[in-house]
Every structure is written in structure tokens, then in C-alpha cells.
């Protein structure tokens, strides 16, 4: 089987092949195309078939990680929506919740407000009504809501929302509505709330469908187009594209809910850098993903995943109430651009230079400095050995860059202008590290970091020995991580919907009539996409709090029959999960099941990663240069005499003092003055910081 993981950045493009019938790997990194992602993806991997000496036929499996759904979103580009709401309940995607970043400001407008989802002239109301049990009140008027879908015709909107109240209870009059907008308006994407969340809580349930809305058609026409490329060249692969919940779905299944895919590209290294982190043998990790736009951030204590609160779950502002993967991101990369503000402060970020016109140094028509020129100024990156010496760089384009605009403003030494950019670039991450970690009660001594993405090795050594942890794991190809982390996901499917019962009282029938009706929907869908009963794995999970408590925790809910068994040791795993959370459990008080869910996974792939050969503990070998480069010795800058390693060539076994720079096609990894870096078994940079 021959499998290809394809991460798209906003930078580079990370490609991976798995020939399993060869047991060989084949790497390749491309600059995206922010146009039209697609064409970078294909040019890419027909380069990498190439490389491989496989026809494009022969590839198997495609699996892909975008930004797109994220881009449309950040940068408001989104589709023209329409929505069809309750009558009464027109403003509620407008109002948000009480909660506001600037508490006691009555003027700012939060991003929901500024930048709308929906317009409020395309927000429509209809007469119907569903009543807190489930019961219609009063039926959907079918004239009303014909005149109202003939309306949003009229105004041209690419996609309409159905967003009714109380329909996760019943949706009958959601389901009819659709009927209705085919018959008048059928080239309108349609998305209905039950679908998208089944769940209570109206703004976050409206709000979420209201993305999926607006990302719909741009993901549904980039995805389609990217299916069209490569059935073009030959590429018959199964197509799945990453979620932000971990795991991957079809190309069906995206095009239907995109929101879906909001943490895609993030999602996938988070997995990537667990997987390396288990084969190095450590449990707890951090990791930092830092690409040419982005710094990624992951916590997974014990190798777990976590994920975010279902209120907590927003991209730029916009609630979207469906399963994320606990994770941060900020503005912070190697094309991130360093200048000097209209008040005479240093700054770095968050505005990058992306993939074009790039860095200075690409000689693209950039003329901004930035962190990529920062390394090139003090040579710690290799101006001819970029991408493997695939991209040509102008490392005197850097350094008048950094002279013109940053050190002759400021009153500085060119070097310090660059370590100083690097300094404050560290510091940004830093600081999001400290929010992630520290701010969630983890002592970072109990971890290790896990550093990949293009730039993540450039920086893991400061990082750590700022926030005191203890050891960094560079993985065998840290600029691929992403890309095979993607290689490592099953196929996964969610669905939820409201309980409303407590550990008092629990109706056991009710609890297995509705886990199974979920179960039966996605073991459905999961054999439609042509899985085995071997290879289908149902998990239950309970979203629980305390009687009397506002928000619930996920909680591991038994498979098989409900019985009062079941329900006890639910109880015995929220109050263990809530103590790990807050450090506090409340034994003696019964609890609350607001929400059930139903995560169903099909499992597609295998992973192994084979082991390096052996070597002694020098690592001459892989020796194949020597560079002055400047490092930051007490505050100043000191020119030092480092040795360069190639990073093939090490072997299981080598040790590398510090100062050295280990050079590979996708990354280069900065080994600072005092730390020591062992190379494990399966090729991991094993980085001891002191």
C-alpha cells in the first residue's frame, strides 16, 4: 500500500510517502500557492512521485490537512449566507453571550458583531415553534418561509441556515424547511442546526451552523477542484481530509461539514509529535509547531489528547460548538515580520510574509525582514542548503534588510538587531507556552517538548531553558511532522445529542435508546465508506457536571448495555476527571448528564517507524562543516566556531555537544552552547537542556 499525508501551510507544503511493499519513505516540501492551494498540492506530489519512481496511479491513499476552512474564516472571505430562524430569535447570532473581552466597554463591537456571519438584512424569521419538551407548538408555516426562501433568492446568498429553536429536541420543522428551500431554491447550500450541533445552548448552536454556512462553498469548490487535479493526473487515491477533532474524514463527509475542519493542519501535528514523543519513551509532552506563518501549541499530559471545552471552541471570535483538539495558535513563524513601530519599539509579529512574496532573503519582491532573516544574519541557517538546496536564497537581500530598517533605527549592531528579532520571537512563544501550560496548572519540569514544523528546531532549545523543561525531541523529519501525523489518523465521525438526566435518577432505557440510535447512524456511515465490522471501533462519552454547576466535562461512558452499573462507574470517572481538571472532587454529590456523544472510528492505517542504524557515540561521521555563528553569550552577541552536522547521517547512539547546528532538507535544528543532544532509535533529536 502506498499512502501520501499532504499538510498545506501558509508557507510551505509538506508532502510524505509511505511505500509500505518497499518499506521505504519518501519526503518532499514545496512553497504553497496562497491562490489556489490545489496546484501547489498536485505540482507537489507529482514532484513526489517522481522522486519515489511511482506512477501517480499507484497511490492508494491521499490524506490532507488544509487551512482552508481556517483562511475563509480569519479573513472574512467567506460565502454570502441566509438564514431562516424562529420568529423572535432573529438577533441571537448578533447578541452572543453576556461574556465580553473588554468588560466595561459599551462600545466595542466583538468579531461577530464587526464581521457578521450573516447579514442582518439576510436574516429572515418564520412562524414555528418547538417547545423545551420536544413538542410542537405550532408547525413551520410553509407560505411564510416559500416567501422568505424566494427573498434570499432574490438577494443572491450562496447558502442558507436553518437555525430553530429547541430543534436538537425535535427536528421536524428544520427537516421540512429543507424540503421547502429545495423546491425554490435548490442551488442554495442548505445546513440545519440539528445536523450541524445537536445539541442546546441556541448561540453557540446557531453560530456554529452559521460557519458551516459560510465556509461551505468555497471548501465544498476547493475540495472539488482538488478531486478534479488529480483524477486529471492519474491519482485515483481515497482523498480524506483531517478534522479538528484528530480524525480524518472523507471528501463527502468535508464537503457537508467543513466546520469540521477549522484546526485541521494543527490537529495533525499534534498527533505527529505524540507519536515520536512515545517512541522516545516520554510521557508527558508540549508541542510547538512552528511553520513560516504560525506557532502551533499542544499539551498532552500522559500522551493524551485533550480537548477543548465545547463553549471554548471558537476560531477568531465565532463560536463553533463541535469537538477541537485542546490547542493554541499565534502569529509567530519564520516569515512572521520584524520592525521597529511608529513608537520606536522592537517588534516580531504577528503579520508574516508568507509564501510570496516571502522573506527578503527569497528575493521574491519581500522587503520586510523577518525571522527567517534574523537566522540568515547570524548565520545559523544555511543560505545553500535551504529546502536541501532547492531554494535559492540572497542572504545579502537579509542583511540590508535588517541594516536599512531595524538596527541603523534603532542605534544598533547589525547582529544584535538579529539576535534581538529572535529574542522577542521567543518570547511571544513563550509567552503563549506559559498560557498553555503553567496557566492550566502543569509544571513544564514534568514535560518534554516536542519541536517540529520548519522553525520549531531553530527555536526548541530557548524555549525550553526559558520555561525550565528539562528536554526537547526533535523528530527524524520535524518538518514533515505534521504531514505524517496525518498518516497516523483513522477515519472519525461524531454525533451528540441533549440528555438532560442525573445519577439520581437515571432513565437506563432512554440513555441506551438514544446512545444506540447514534451508534447505528455512524456505524452506517462508516460502512458506507466501505469498513469492516473488524475495523470499526464505537466509543461513548458522557458530557457531564455536578447538580447545580453551569458546565460539563467529557467523561468516559461504558459500552454495552446501561445498567446501574454503567451509571456507576460514570460517577467514578467524572469525579476523577473533574479532580484532574480542578484539583478538587465532590465524592457525595450526584451529577448532572447534559450531553452524550458517540465518537465512531475506522481504522485505516498502521504505523511504523523502522529503526536507524547503530553507531557509537561520536557523531564524526555526520560531520561535514564548521561556521561561525552567532550566539547570544551573557546579553551579547559572541561570534563562535560551530560544527555543522548532517542529520541522515547520524546514527543511533551519536552525542553532539553544544554549540553545533544539524542541518536536514526540511529543518535545521540549533544546538545551544551547554545542551546535549543523543540520537535515539528510531532517529529522534534527544535534546537534554541545561
Known amino acids: 500500500m502506498i499512502r501520501v499525508g499532504v499538510d498545506v501551510g501558509g508557507t510551505f507544503t509538506d508532502f510524505i510517502m509511505m511505500d509500505d511493499s518497499r518499506g521505504r519513505i519518501f519526503t518532499n516540501k514545496v512553497s504553497s500557492t496562497p491562490r489556489d492551494t490545489s496546484e501547489g498540492t498536485v505540482n507537489g506530489l507529482l514532484e513526489l512521485c517522481s522522486l519515489a519512481k511511482v506512477d501517480p496511479s499507484g497511490v492508494d491513499l ?143 448552536r446557531f453560530s456554529t451552523t452559521c460557519l458551516n454556512s459560510y465556509t461551505a462553498p468555497i471548501v465544498g ?28 474524514a472523507t471528501t463527502r463527509w468535508a464537503i457537508q461539514r467543513p466546520v469540521t475542519l477549522l484546526l485541521s493542519g494543527p490537529a495533525a501535528g499534534l498527533i505527529g509529535g505524540i507519536k515520536f514523543a512515545e517512541l522516545a519513551d516520554f510521557e508527558n509532552i508540549i508541542t510547538i509547531d512552528v511553520g513560516g506563518t504560525t506557532a502551533d501549541f499542544g499539551v498532552a499530559p500522559g500522551r493524551l489528547l485533550r480537548y477543548k471545552h465545547l463553549l471554548d471552541t471558537r476560531i477568531k471570535g465565532y463560536a463553533a460548538m463541535l469537538p477541537m483538539l485542546d490547542m493554541d495558535t499565534i502569529g509567530a513563524g519564520g516569515g512572521s515580520i520584524v520592525y521597529v513601530d511608529e513608537g520606536g519599539a522592537f517588534r516580531v509579529g504577528p503579520m508574516s510574509a508568507g509564501a510570496f512574496p516571502g522573506p527578503a532573503c527569497y528575493g521574491l519582491g519581500g522587503q520586510r525582514a ?33 541594516k536599512e530598517q531595524i538596527a541603523e533605527p534603532l542605534g544598533v549592531e547589525l547582529e544584535d538587531s538579529a539576535l534581538g528579532a529572535i529574542s522577542i520571537s521567543n518570547h511571544n512563544m513563550v509567552q503563549a507556552l506559559e498560557l498553555n501550560v503553567t496557566g ?37 523529519l520535524p518538518g514533515i511532522t505534521s504531514a505524517i501525523g496525518l498518516l497516523l ?28 440510535k447514534l451508534e447505528s ?23 457531564c457536571r455536578y447538580i447545580g454547576q453551569s458546565y460539563e466535562l467529557r467523561t468516559p461512558f461504558d459500552s454495552g448495555e446501561v445498567t446501574p452499573k454503567t451509571i ?42 523502522k529503526r536507524i542504524a547503530s553507531g557509537g557515540s561520536s557523531p564524526s561521521a555526520a560531520l561535514k562543516d564548521t561556521r561561525k555563528i552567532y550566539f547570544e553569550i551573557r546579553d551579547k552577541p559572541k561570534l563562535i566556531s560551530t560544527p555543522i552536522y548532517e542529520r541522515n547521517l547520524l546514527k543511533s547512539g551519536n552525542t ?22 543523543i540520537v535515539d532509535k528510531v532517529g529522534n533529536l534527544v535534546i537534554r537542556v541545561r
Not at 469548490?221 to 487515491?237: E, P, Y
Not at 541557517?381 to 535559492?392: E, F, I, S, V
Not at 447512524?521 to 458530557?543: N, P, T, W
Open 440 to 476: 492550566r496548572g502543569y509544571d513544564p519540569r514534568d514535560f518534554a517538548l516536542v519541536a517540529f514544523g520548519g522553525a520549531g528546531p531553530l527555536h526548541g532549545c530557548q524555549l525550553a531553558r526559558q520555561l525550565s523543561i528539562p528536554s526537547v525531541i526533535v523528530p527524524p
Open 489 to 516: 489518523s483513522d477515519i472519525q465521525y461524531s454525533e451528540s445529542a441533549t440528555e438532560m438526566q442525573t445519577s439520581l435518577s437515571p432513565n437506563l432505557g432512554e440513555l441506551e435508546e438514544k446512545f444506540s
Open 370 to 402: 523577518t525571522v527567517t532573516d534574523a537566522y540568515i544574519v547570524t548565520r545559523r541557517l544555511n543560505p545553500d542548503y535551504m529546502l536541501g538546496g532547492k531554494l535559492k536564497v540572497y542572504p545579502e537581500k537579509s542583511v540590508a534588510a535588517f
Open 656 to 677: 553532539i555537544k553544544g554549540p553545533a547546528v544539524i542541518e536536514q532538507a526540511d529543518s535545521t535544528t540549533i544546538l545551544e552552547p551547554e545542551c546535549r543532544a
Open 62 to 204: 491521499f490524506f490532507y490537512g488544509t487551512t482552508e476552512a481556517t483562511n475563509i474564516v480569519v479573513e472574512h472571505k467567506g460565502a454570502e449566507v441566509g438564514m431562516l430562524t424562529t420568529k423572535g430569535f432573529r438577533d441571537i447570532v448578533h447578541i452572543g453571550r453576556q461574556k465580553r473581552y473588554l468588560t466595561y466597554s459599551i462600545q466595542v463591537d466583538q468579531p461577530w458583531q464587526k464581521y457578521p456571519l450573516v447579514k442582518r438584512r439576510f436574516r429572515l424569521t418564520v412562524p414555528e415553534r418547538i417547545n423545551a419538551r420536544g413538542e410542537v407548538v405550532e408547525p413551520l408555516d410553509e407560505q411564510e418561509t416559500v416567501l422568505a426562501v424566494r427573498q434570499l433568492k432574490s438577494q443572491k446568498v450562496d447558502s442558507i441556515a436553518v437555525c430553530f429553536l429547541n430543534s436538537y429536541l425535535n427536528p421536524e420543522n428544520e427537516d421540512r424547511a429543507r424540503e421547502v428551500i429545495k423546491q425554490e431554491y435548490p442551488e442554495a447550500y442548505v445546513s440545519l442546526s440539528h445536523e450541524v450541533v445537536n445539541q442546546y445552548r441556541e448561540y453557540e
Open 221 to 248: 469548490k476547493h475540495i472539488q477542484n482538488l478531486i478534479q487535479k488529480l483524477r486529471s493526473k492519474k491519482v485515483r487515491a481515497q482523498i480524506m481530509l483531517m478534522q479538528s477533532s484528530g480524525g480524518t
Open 568 to 609: 456507576e462507574n460514570l460517577l467514578k470517572n467524572f469525579h476523577k476527571t473533574h479532580y484532574r481538571e480542578y484539583a478538587v472532587s465532590f465524592p457525595d454529590r450526584g451529577i448532572e448528564i447534559v450531553h452524550i456523544h458517540v465518537v465512531g472510528t475506522g481504522k485505516v492505517t498502521s504505523f511504523k517507524w
Open 521 to 543: 447512524g455512524i456505524v452506517e456511515r462508516l460502512r458506507a465508506d466501505a469498513f469492516k465490522e473488524s475495523d470499526i471501533m464505537i466509543q461513548r462519552i458522557a458530557e
